[in-house]
């Protein structure tokens, strides 16, 4: 089971350049996450998908948007990246079923420098 | 204000004790959901254990233990008999309401555990 899958896995870019991270989940799950963690600030809440065909701001949108592809993809794109941005990128996922706590399921995160 | 506060940025315990780990919350929804993330060095978010705010019983996974005080806000991880593997950054997350599960985390605390 490959869970939550991220990539790339390390990027760097120039200040202005563009990029994508893309993630999908093969769990059948309806919501997706984008967080960003930096030291001393645990991890933030960029964007969602609570399911297919929508998308919310979280705790820290300015500079990101995303795209919800389909039920199992939900990419984040950098428009114009700066050096704030510089950080660990997390995909997760979560779902309901009968018996479930709804946790989040984490990628393994995609650490992103921004020069 | 902080809807999750982990107050110990660092923590220590020997192999074999037992640690607590402390997380209080602040929420007005009478329905929520409590969890625990484990972060080991690899940069992996592992999930640990959830209370949820209606359960009568604090939850328990094996060597991990929530105290779960509702009227003080407060659900604190214990790991008892420490092993070196416990060594990590824990963080401490809250889902508000029914249904949609976007967490919001704390800063995390980092545990260290000696031989």
């Known amino acids: 089971n490959a869970g939550v899958t991220q990539t790339p896995k390390f990027q760097v870019l120039k200040t202005g350049q563009s990029m994508t991270l893309q993630c999908a989940q093969d769990?059948?799950?309806?919501?997706m996450y984008w967080y960003r963690q930096d030291p001393g600030m645990g991890l933030r809440l960029i964007y969602y998908?609570?399911?297919?065909?929508?998308?919310d701001k979280g705790e820290v949108p300015n500079g990101y948007n995303v795209s919800r592809l389909n039920k199992r993809e939900f990419s984040l794109r950098l428009e114009s990246a700066a050096p704030s941005q510089t950080s660990v990128y997390f995909c997760?996922?979560?779902?309901?079923?009968?018996?479930?706590?709804?946790?989040?399921?984490f990628g393994e995160g995609s650490r992103l420098t921004v020069l | 204000a902080q809807k999750i506060t982990q107050t110990q940025p660092g923590m220590f315990v020997q192999e074999k004790e037992a640690v607590t780990l402390d997380c209080t919350y602040d929420?007005?929804?009478?329905?929520?959901?409590l969890f625990w993330y484990k972060q080991p060095s690899s940069g992996e978010m592992i999930f640990l254990i959830y209370?949820?705010?209606?359960?009568?019983q604090n939850a328990t996974e094996g060597r991990y233990s929530l105290n779960f005080q509702k009227a003080r806000k407060s659900a604190n991880l214990v790991i008892s008999a420490s092993q070196l593997g416990d060594s990590a950054m824990y963080f401490c997350?809250?889902?508000?309401?029914?249904?949609?599960?976007?967490?919001?985390f704390g800063t995390g605390t980092r545990l260290l555990v000696s031989p």
């Open positions: 998908s609570a399911s297919e065909g929508t998308t």
């Open positions: 769990m059948n799950h309806n919501s």
């Open positions: 997760a996922s979560s779902g309901k079923g009968q018996g479930a706590t709804g946790e989040l399921f």
């Open positions: 997350a809250m889902r508000e309401g029914v249904g949609f599960q976007k967490l919001v």
């Open positions: 209370q949820g705010s209606y359960d009568e």
């Open positions: 929420t007005s929804d009478q329905s929520y959901g």
